[in-house]
Antibody
Framework: QVQLVQSGSELKKPGASVKVSCKASGYTFTSYAINWVRQAPGQGLEWMGWINTNTGVPTYAQGFTGRFVLSLDTSVSTTYLQINTLKAEDTAVYYC??????????????WGQGTLVTVSS | DIHMTQSPSSLSASVGDRVTITCRASQTISNYLTWCQQKPGKAPKLLIYAASSLQSGVPSRFSGSGSGAEFTLTISSLQPEDFAIYYCQQTYRIPHTFGLGTKLEI
């Protein structure tokens, strides 16, 4: 079945980097874009950006430029979210989600299970 | 950016009740609107896309309506497993912004 499986929880110190993976299975990886969404503790969902899995070109929301890097490895059907120079406010659950459909039928399905990144000294 | 406003922010209801959640966009988004459900400690799950299309596998008690800038999610007869947080999201323009969520409580 179609699924996205993310890497496990991370505990990092401020100033460090983290790389979260999202492995796709059950479909042709390069046929659908992958989006990333952040959820801070007790907060709502925040769209971070997306990566075109055919070209590898990422697009970032304002507020997620500079320290945030989306990449992919088509040989293992995996996209990555790297966060550099971590800050305490980066503590959150990060989700990947496949985007299917175009125009008005565009939707996020399925979602990965989420990866908790905790930044603490 | 397109701002999405959900109301109410929280809602208390009982099993069997009919509930409606509203989502308003700061500009017209045609029907580029999805609804998802999130339970504690779990990833969001798609319920409705294109404002009114039911995602495969989602019970028919869930329905969506609206177009332009005002949308609703209706649950016709609440079941115990429906108590969760519901988010609307616009897919009309990047960034694909979410509403702040509606917490549905018993």
């Amino acid at each position: 079945q179609v699924q996205l499986v993310q890497s496990g929880s991370e505990l990092k110190k401020p100033g460090a980097s983290v790389k979260v993976s999202c492995k796709a299975s059950g479909y042709t990886f390069t046929s659908y874009a992958i989006n990333w969404v952040r959820q801070a503790p007790g907060q709502g969902l925040e769209w971070m950006g997306w990566i075109n899995t055919n070209t590898g070109v990422p697009t970032y929301a304002q507020g997620f430029t500079g320290r945030f890097v989306l990449s992919l490895d088509t040989s293992v059907s995996t996209t990555y979210l790297q966060i550099n120079t971590l800050k305490a406010e980066d503590t959150a659950v990060y989700y990947c989600a496949r985007v299917i459909g175009g125009d008005s039928v565009r939707r996020f399905d399925p979602w990965g299970q989420g990866t908790l990144v905790t930044v603490s000294s | 950016d397109i701002h999405m406003t959900q109301s109410p922010s929280s809602l208390s209801a009982s099993v069997g009740d009919r509930v409606t959640i509203t989502c308003r966009a700061s500009q017209t988004i045609s029907n580029y609107l999805t609804w998802c459900q999130q339970k504690p400690g779990k990833a969001p799950k798609l319920l409705i896309y294109a404002a009114s299309s039911l995602q495969s596998g989602v019970p028919s008690r869930f329905s969506g309506s609206g177009s332009g800038a005002e949308f609703t999610l209706t649950i016709s007869s609440l079941q115990p497993e429906d108590f969760a947080i519901y988010y609307c999201q616009q897919t009309y323009r990047i960034p694909h912004t979410f509403g702040l969520g509606t917490k549905l409580e018993i």
